[in-house]
């Protein structure tokens, strides 16, 4: 049995504004369970042997009692309240693990609007975490990509076969990117503006590290708009 600990941070903080709901998207409900249920339940069954969740502060009991307790998810160590960007709700999930009494070797970072992750995933980015130090799962892109400019003219056509459409989870060596997080937060702090809309792009923009690409699935979609969960349903 390996002695090295793996966690999860499953993020679940978003509120959702494009999905035109009430109910933040990763709470709407997917063929009788939450979104959040189908992630959770992935990295439950997985190797992973911690697992905290990040969502907003006045869903925590929620979280806690409708969603943890009542579909038993005993690998759920935490319920946390997440920040105001995604990177701080990372930075959040982060923290607590740091606090554990044993901090995990390796990491995953996954949106819990995703709800088609696999174990099958999960294994490859955690093999690629060991052999890489950071990787995120993805797949190519299948039309072709146009960079447009202010005006929204095509400036540039990247060759189809170098660009991929990045996903969730993100793996990495947990001192690696919780240093890179640390040090996000800091410069934050200290005047300096970010856009970070990844983990992989935090590891870039402060430690400079490649980030190895992992096959996803193409079904591993995030529901964000009204036609993903229509998309989400066939799925099922």
Not at 45 to 55: N, P
Not at 195 to 216: F, N, P, R, S, Y
Request: glycine share 6%; aromatic share 10%; with cysteine.
């Amino acid at each position: 049995m390996s002695e090295k600990k793996y966690a999860a941070v499953v993020l679940s903080a978003g509120r959702g504004t494009r999905m035109n709901s009430a109910v933040p998207k990763q709470y709407l409900d997917l063929e009788g369970k939450p979104v959040l249920y189908y992630s959770l339940r992935a990295f439950e069954q997985s190797m992973a042997d911690e697992i905290v969740l990040v969502t907003g502060r006045d869903e925590i009991e929620y979280c806690q009692k409708e969603i943890v307790e009542k579909y038993g998810f005993t690998k759920v160590t935490s319920v946390t309240a997440g920040g105001k960007e995604r990177y701080h709700s990372v930075f959040c999930g982060l923290t607590e693990l740091n606090q554990s009494k044993k901090r995990p070797d390796y990491v995953m970072i996954h949106d819990g609007a995703r709800p088609f992750l696999s174990n099958e995933i999960i294994c490859r980015c955690v093999a690629a975490a060991e052999e890489f130090q950071a990787c995120a799962a993805g797949m190519p892109v299948k039309d072709t990509i146009k960079i447009a400019d202010d005006s929204l003219f095509a400036v540039e056509t990247p060759q189809r076969n170098h660009v991929w459409q990045i996903q969730t989870p993100q793996a990495f060596a947990f001192p690696l990117i919780y240093q890179a997080y640390e040090e996000l937060i800091k410069r934050e702090r200290q005047g300096e503006t970010f856009h970070v809309t990844d983990d992989a792009m935090a590891l870039e923009t402060i430690c400079g590290q490649k980030v190895k690409l992992v096959e996803g699935s193409y079904e591993n979609i995030k529901i964000t708009t009204p036609e993903d969960l229509k998309l989400a349903k066939v799925f099922l």
